[in-house]
């Protein structure tokens, strides 16, 4: 049983339709891997996942909806992502070029850039970024 704040938070995108998506494609095990810039974590001084590491998962409304733990974590340039790690998104990319485009998309977006703190961020080839798999161990959805 784990109680409220026990776990780290474990964001996807930011609160509204896209993180609706990505929850619940998360929870209907479509979801196994996820993708973030490397400067994120820089930025906020935060430590890399590490492999067995548990955290929660949260919905738009700030609701922790399931246990998740870190089953892998590469930090790579994003030239170097492969087509199983793009599959494993479960956002329906059928190859690596459309899941960098929407992924791009995203990283180039208002909100991202703010929080950067960066209105000039450029993603490319070089960029690092921490792509990490995971695995659902505990739903904690009522009903």
Known sequence: MTGPHALKPFLLAYPGPLRDQLVAAVLAGEKVSTT????EWQIEN?????????SALIDSDGREVAVVEVTEV????????DLQH?????????SVP?????????????EMREGLGDPGFLVDD?????AER???????QVG
């Open 36 to 39: 973030g810039l490397l400067v």
């Open 46 to 54: 935060e430590e890399l996942p590490e492999v067995g590491e548990r």
């Open 74 to 81: 590469r930090v790579l340039p994003l030239g170097e992502i």
């Open 86 to 94: 793009a599959l494993d998104e479960g956002e329906g990319y059928l």
């Open 98 to 110: 459309e899941w960098r485009s929407a992924h791009e998309r995203f990283w180039h977006s208002e």
């Open 126 to 130: 070089g960029t690092m970024v921490v």
């Open 134 to 140: 995971f695995r659902v161990v505990e739903s904690l």
